[in-house]
């Protein structure tokens, strides 16, 4: 894949993985944040309370990998990571072992589209600080997690990640430029001090070197209350570091304050979910819902789930449990946002290739996609059309056509996996 013009003189192999939403875009950053919830899924079940890797075992979910006696999981991961690491700059070249933010469509592409009948050049786009985290953090998390099955994917894993920390160093301020979204998104992002922090927390719990350890409990974040309203995110990764820090075993000075820090941004979920009319743990101020709502819902959700996980008190797996509801179908405009489930629910996301709406020769989006949900900024023209003056949860649509409120990502539905993996060990 070549770079786009003026960017660099090389080109790069980087199929496989995931595509990011409902275009052909894939993104380091996005990548990032989906591969540590999944991989943090995985690890929950080695580690916590109601722990269960024999049903994230081998053989439990229907991928051509299955029966290679790697858990499923961790196969499904792979395959973004693989891709992960292929975006690394290669050495030799200018900024040798940071990651390319992304790559994408020379320009828009319409609907319906399957990626194989794109006509549009696909590019590289420039390095950036925060993907270079990304790929720090994610590969370091891989490395202890693929050892047991894999230790030669394992060990270059690690590399990548010690590389792409020594190039982060040496480059910490090359942002994604806000003017990049043609063909795709810009995930831009001009605050990297929680990428470091998480990148940091990772490549410590990974090798307890000192240095890492000295990053962790040297960072402004660390001790900062990172549980607000909206709660985590790709552009907001602090909470990857601290959720990891609480629960994955290690020798980390004032692990407890940590821990005790996961149970208090719980407490404050916990009290927005009882307060609430709908029962969740997100509500925006002013009411205003934001793009993606849903995962919003899930990741202050698996807040409150890992405070679950580190004290044992039930209210915590009581609020855990009753944010799900919500997207289930216990909302104002009474639809289930996961396709599949539920007597009414989302099932026309706006995808290029699970296109059914407008080609009947394409498949609705599969069983268990989760919808973005309730946006009070509706930025798409079809929701502008139907939805004008809508407040809070009214504003989402089920067409194919509204990307502002019902698109599908692999960030949202990563966050759905983690929860409904937590939800199914309840027993």
């Known amino acids: ?83 992960l690491l292929k975006m690394q700059v290669p050495e030799g070249q200018p900024l040798a072992g940071m990651a390319h933010h992304k790559i994408h469509d020379e320009q828009w592409t319409g609907l319906p589209l399957l990626p194989s009948d794109d006509p549009q050049k696909r590019e590289l786009h420039p390095p950036s600080t925060a993907a270079t985290l990304n790929l720090a953090a994610t590969a370091a998390q891989a490395a202890r997690l693929y050892r047991p099955y894999d230790r030669e994917f394992a060990a270059k894993a690690l590399a990548a990640a010690r590389k792409a920390w020594s190039a982060a160093l040496a480059h910490p301020d090359l942002y994604a430029s806000e003017s990049d979204g043609i063909g795709g998104g810009t995930y831009a992002d001009s605050n990297v001090t929680d990428e470091f922090y998480w990148a940091a927390a990772e490549l410590y719990l990974s090798t307890g070197e000192k240095r890492f350890e000295d990053r962790v409990l040297g960072s402004p974040v660390h001790t900062a209350d990172i549980f607000g309203a909206l709660g985590y995110d790709w552009a907001r990764t602090a909470a990857a570091a601290r959720l990891d820090l609480a629960t994955v075993p290690s020798e980390l000075p004032g692990r407890d304050k940590v821990r005790q820090s996961v149970i208090k941004g719980g407490d404050r979920y916990l009290a927005t979910l009882k307060s609430h009319p709908y029962g969740m743990p997100y509500a925006p101020e002013g009411n ?57 629910n989302s099932k026309n996301q706006h995808a290029r290739w699970y296109a059914h709406q407008l080609d009947p020769n394409q498949p609705n989006p599969p069983v268990g996609t ?45 966050a759905l996996t983690r929860m409904a993996s937590f939800v199914a060990d309840q027993g």
């Open 1 to 83: 894949m070549p770079c786009r013009p003026g960017v660099c003189d090389y080109t790069l192999d980087v199929t496989g993985g995931w595509y990011d939403a409902g275009d052909h875009g894939k993104y380091v950053v996005n990548g990032g944040i989906s591969v540590w919830e999944l991989l943090s899924t995985y690890e929950r079940s080695l580690h916590a309370r109601t722990g269960d890797p024999a049903k994230l075992g081998d053989r439990t979910l229907a991928i051509p990998e299955s029966s290679n006696k790697v858990p499923d999981l961790l196969d499904e991961v792979r395959w973004e990571l693989e891709f």
């Open 288 to 344: 205003q819902y934001d793009w993606g709502s849903n995962h919003q819902i899930l990741h202050n959700a698996v807040v409150i789930a890992t405070a679950y996980d580190i004290s044992g008190a039930s209210k915590y797996r009581d609020g855990a449990l009753q944010s799900m509801d919500y997207l289930f179908g216990r909302n104002a405009l009474n639809i289930s946002y996961v396709t599949g489930y539920g007597e009414v």
């Open 370 to 414: 989760l919808a973005g949900g309730p946006n009070s900024s509706i930025q798409d023209p079809f929701a502008q059309s139907k939805l004008q003056g809508c407040v809070g949860q009214f504003c989402y649509i089920d067409d194919i056509q509204s990307w502002s409120t019902n698109e599908h990502t692999i960030n949202w539905n990563s």
